[in-house]
């Protein structure tokens, strides 16, 4: 039934999705396990299984009609596209939908997906095989103007689409098979065979919980045409711009993506609860300690602002940042220490270290001043005694002050500083 044959379907896989990286359980490594969904899909030929026949009943509302046992024949007047969407679990005895045996498999979940162009027409053009259209349809504007469009090939074209479903214990390489929501949910014992520890095993029943509602048939369900991107690009209610001959791809595509954000939105949601509770139901939490650990750890992308950090680099910052710091509180002590060990020959060199301190060059500025009487000329701190007064002295030149009485200027540039330094301002130019 494929439209490529066995070998032409169009196969879109997750890869392995780790539950705490990816789905956002957070859990240590040994608490971690690994899911995988693979969708196949493929357009199909079904016109040997339609049954044409036109309704004789007048006791029908489709009386007179050509009728088709899997749909109704076009719809004229009716604009936008029909889609139509089944599912079928496997060896579920609970279908709605049974498929042929052309159709059933026993190791996915099969969803069949038809539509109905009704009145669409189209610019170019469509090969297609889901948008075939090839037959051309004359169109008459209001102001008479003559265009001509291409018709759909057919009345209704079909996709089938089988969803797989795999978990992996990441600490010993073992998998499951691929296979159905049902058989996972069935045979627990596949999951017992992974050698799952008590954590991984809940988790990996968590996700379980909600492969079936990831089904190609969710993602397009009651959304109708709205599910399919082509409709994005239809103009004036019936007219398509041309498709490229790939754009059942990205149809399918499109529904992958959406299973595979439903899968983090339920995972989320299971930890903060549903958005609405419909009348008539409960809310029933957690159950088991299992249930709780997940509930308690699920990780979000914060949209708040909140960003994360790295604890390494604050510890790394913090330490670095302190040993410069106390590297250089202790320089001013330290390297004269080292200078005076290695002999005489520094003596000059750690003197003149010294007297370059920022402490060292106001007792010589204070002390040439005849302030203060100063000790610890050598040392990294400088003192005075303990009643001793500095600063700037009575009367100072506001434009130019100096610690000294202001000097006598003779021609020869020469100035000669007087004998005795004036006594302190008592009302605050000294400290």
């Given at each position: 039934?494929?439209?490529?044959?066995?070998?032409?379907?169009?196969?879109?896989?997750?890869?392995?999705?780790?539950?705490?990286?990816?789905?956002?359980?957070?859990?240590?490594?040994?608490?971690?396990?690994?899911?995988?969904?693979?969708?196949?899909?493929?357009?199909?030929?079904?016109?040997?299984?339609?049954?044409?026949?036109?309704?004789?009943?007048?006791?029908?509302?489709?009386?007179?009609?050509?009728?088709?046992?899997?749909?109704?024949?076009?719809?004229?007047?009716?604009?936008?596209?029909?889609?139509?969407?089944?599912?079928?679990?496997?060896?579920?005895?609970?279908?709605?939908?049974?498929?042929?045996?052309?159709?059933?498999?026993?190791?996915?979940?099969?969803?069949?997906?038809?539509?109905?162009?009704?009145?669409?027409?189209?610019?170019?053009?469509?090969?297609?095989?889901?948008?075939?259209?090839?037959?051309?349809?004359?169109?008459?504007?209001?102001?008479?103007?003559?265009?001509?469009?291409?018709?759909?090939?057919?009345?209704?074209?079909?996709?089938?689409?089988?969803?797989?479903?795999?978990?992996?214990?990441?600490?010993?390489?073992?998998?499951?098979?691929?296979?159905?929501?049902?058989?996972?949910?069935?045979?627990?014992?596949?999951?017992?065979?992974?050698?799952?520890?008590?954590?991984?095993?809940?988790?990996?029943?968590?996700?379980?919980?909600?492969?079936?509602?990831?089904?190609?048939?969710?993602?397009?369900?009651?959304?109708?045409?709205?599910?399919?991107?082509?409709?994005?690009?239809?103009?004036?209610?019936?007219?398509?711009?041309?498709?490229?001959?790939?754009?059942?791809?990205?149809?399918?595509?499109?529904?992958?993506?959406?299973?595979?954000?439903?899968?983090?939105?339920?995972?989320?949601?299971?930890?903060?609860?549903?958005?609405?509770?419909?009348?008539?139901?409960?809310?029933?939490?957690?159950?088991?300690?299992?249930?709780?650990?997940?509930?308690?750890?699920?990780?979000?992308?914060?949209?708040?602002?909140?960003?994360?950090?790295?604890?390494?680099?604050?510890?790394?910052?913090?330490?670095?940042?302190?040993?410069?710091?106390?590297?250089?509180?202790?320089?001013?002590?330290?390297?004269?220490?080292?200078?005076?060990?290695?002999?005489?020959?520094?003596?000059?060199?750690?003197?003149?270290?010294?007297?370059?301190?920022?402490?060292?060059?106001?007792?010589?500025?204070?002390?040439?001043?005849?302030?203060?009487?100063?000790?610890?000329?050598?040392?990294?701190?400088?003192?005075?005694r303990k009643d001793d007064k500095i600063g700037l002295p009575h009367n100072v030149n506001e434009k130019h002050p100096r610690l000294s009485q202001a000097s006598t200027v003779v021609e020869s540039n020469t100035s000669v500083?007087?004998?005795?330094?004036?006594?302190?301002?008592?009302?605050?130019?000294?400290?």
């Open positions: 039934m494929c439209y490529y044959g066995a070998t032409g379907a169009y196969s879109m896989d997750s890869g392995l999705l780790d539950s705490h990286s990816d789905i956002g359980i957070n859990a240590r490594e040994s608490g971690r396990v690994q899911y995988r969904k693979v969708t196949t899909c493929s357009p199909i030929h079904f016109s040997s299984y339609v049954r044409d026949f036109n309704d004789t009943d007048p006791d029908h509302l489709a009386y007179g009609d050509r009728l088709f046992d899997i749909m109704l024949g076009g719809a004229p007047g009716i604009t936008d596209y029909t889609l139509r969407s089944y599912v079928a679990f496997a060896d579920s005895p609970y279908n709605a939908w049974v498929p042929i045996p052309a159709l059933n498999r026993s190791d996915g979940d099969i969803t069949l997906i038809l539509l109905a162009a009704n009145s669409i027409v189209y610019e170019k053009p469509v090969t297609d095989p889901f948008f075939a259209a090839s037959t051309l349809k004359p169109v008459i504007l209001d102001d008479g103007t003559n265009l001509t469009y291409y018709a759909p090939y057919s009345l209704v074209s079909g996709i089938a689409c089988m969803d797989q479903h795999q978990f992996c214990n990441p600490t010993n390489r073992k998998c499951t098979d691929l296979t159905s929501s049902t058989a996972l949910g069935i045979n627990n014992d596949q999951f017992r065979q992974l050698g799952f520890k008590r954590a991984q095993y809940a988790t990996a029943q968590h996700i379980n919980v909600f492969t079936g509602p990831l089904t190609t048939y969710s993602s397009v369900g009651i959304r109708g045409p709205n599910a399919l991107r082509a409709s994005e690009t239809i103009h004036n209610d019936f007219f398509q711009i041309g498709l490229p001959n790939t754009q059942w791809m990205t149809e399918v595509s499109s529904w992958f993506a959406i299973s595979m954000a439903k899968l983090q939105q339920k995972t989320l949601q299971y930890a903060t609860g549903p958005p609405s509770i419909p009348e008539g139901y409960n809310f029933i939490g957690p159950r088991s300690w299992e249930e709780k650990r997940i509930c308690d750890n699920q990780i979000i992308r914060s949209t708040s602002g909140t960003t994360s950090f790295s604890v390494l680099g604050v510890i790394i910052i913090l330490v670095v940042g302190s040993i410069l710091i106390v590297t250089s509180l202790l320089q001013d002590m330290v390297v004269p220490l080292i200078r005076g060990m290695r002999g005489k020959k520094n003596q000059y060199k750690t003197l003149q270290y010294v007297v370059d301190g920022t402490w060292q060059l106001q007792r010589l500025a204070y002390e040439e001043a005849g302030q203060g009487h100063w000790s610890g000329g050598a040392d990294a701190v400088p003192v005075t500083a007087e004998a005795d330094v004036l006594t302190m301002d008592p009302k605050g130019y000294g400290s």
